[in-house]
């Protein structure tokens, strides 16, 4: 297949050559040759309009666009502070946009690894609307992973994101400092936690909330990319391994106006900035590439209308991290298990009792 196509595209762009060395004189050749170069011509033609028609050309000027951002980045660090203070908000781009527009309109960090945290609950379903009943600012969420070493889409694998409610509280656990530690039916409960498969484009799409706050954390989502995994009957999945664990943020502006509405409101423990939060400092401090704010745009004319947000990750699929957990959802329930409690959530690889990474 391989050797057919380049002895076509050999047939194809050598006469092409040819004609347009300098100094040929195309009025010397014979008819049957001009014959043929019109022919090659028109069949070029044909090609370059199917390519744009199923979408070959432009994924390709995407591809080597992506290909050149991302070089560029490698040679150009960020910081808290230039994170801090760029704005992600696109006021041109809707749900209707074009594919190439929301995706031309944000960067690619290339390194985004960061915790994650106490509170992931293994054994969570596949599921793209993940708001059940929480109230607060609906957010859709599309997340595009890029593989970091081919610029190519990263399909198949399986992204898994989760966040705390309006007020501070994380579904699937009861532990101090989340919520009422007496509340033992949240064990139960499974708002704002959920897997997609990612598609061709390497897309996933969620529909969440704009998270609250709890004492010493910024506004943040939680995300595990799975890979080599596979997807159960009952929607969850069993093997492979995690080439990713990060967390995504907003602008602070943007917290500020959500924080302001209800019931963002009620909640009485103080905020923690982006400036002053540790992992958010973690993921684009010292030698760190990446931006892990998610570029945004607004649904409507209040903010309670909701927000559509989007970000691209590039992943090192070869990567091999370990998250931190003890709390599983099974068929009776969420459960707390000793699970990798024996290492820390504060580290990027907290599921290993070391605490070392295996890249």
């Known amino acids: 297949m391989q050797l057919t196509r380049l002895l076509t595209l050999a047939a194809v762009s050598g006469p092409l050559m040819v004609s347009a060395h300098p100094g040929h004189v195309e009025e010397d050749a014979t008819p049957e040759l001009k014959n043929y170069k019109a022919n090659v011509r028109r069949s070029a033609e044909g090609c370059t309009f199917h390519w744009a028609e199923n979408g070959l050309q432009s994924r390709a000027i995407a591809r080597r666009q992506a290909t050149i951002d991302m070089h560029r980045r490698r040679l150009e660090k960020k910081d808290s502070s230039k994170v801090l203070n760029t704005s992600h908000y696109e006021s041109d781009i809707k749900l209707n946009s074009p594919f190439e527009d929301v995706w031309s309109a ?36 599309e997340e595009q992973y890029i593989d970091v070493e081919t610029c190519e889409p990263i399909t198949d694998m399986f ?22 530690p007496s509340d ?64 995504f943020f907003y602008d602070q502006d943007l917290i500020e106006k959500v924080e302001a ?25 010292g030698s760190t590439t990446s931006d892990p704010v998610l570029h945004y745009t607004f649904l409507g004319d209040k903010i309670e209308d909701g927000i ?14 370990y998250p931190y957990y003890t709390n599983v959802l099974t068929a009776d329930g969420g459960k707390n298990v000793t699970g990798t409690d024996c290492g820390s959530y504060t580290v990027i690889d907290g599921g290993l009792c070391n605490t070392t990474s295996s890249d």
């Open 261 to 285: 509405t209800y019931p963002y409101n009620t909640n009485t423990i103080p905020q923690t900035s982006n400036k002053e939060d540790r992992v958010f400092a973690q993921e684009t401090e």
């Open 184 to 247: 033992v039916g949240n064990h139960n409960t499974t708002f704002l936690r959920g897997i997609q498969r990612t598609d061709e484009d390497g897309v996933v799409t969620f529909l969440t909330l704009f998270p609250g706050h709890y004492d010493g954390r910024t506004t943040h989502h939680h995300v595990v990319a799975h890979l080599n995994t596979t997807l159960l009957p009952n929607n969850t999945l069993a093997g492979g391994y995690y080439p990713h664990i990060g967390q």
């Open 308 to 321: 559509f947000a989007w970000v691209q990750v590039a992943i090192n699929t070869s990567a091999h991290h």
């Open 106 to 141: 944000s960067s690619i960090p290339l390194n985004p690894e960061g915790e994650s945290g106490p509170y992931w609950v293994v054994g969570e379903r596949l599921r793209s609307n993940i708001l059940e009943s929480q109230r607060g600012v609906p957010v859709i969420i």
């Open 159 to 180: 992204a898994e994101i989760w966040g705390c409610n309006s007020t501070g509280v994380y579904s699937g656990l009861v532990a101090e400092g989340n919520g009422n």
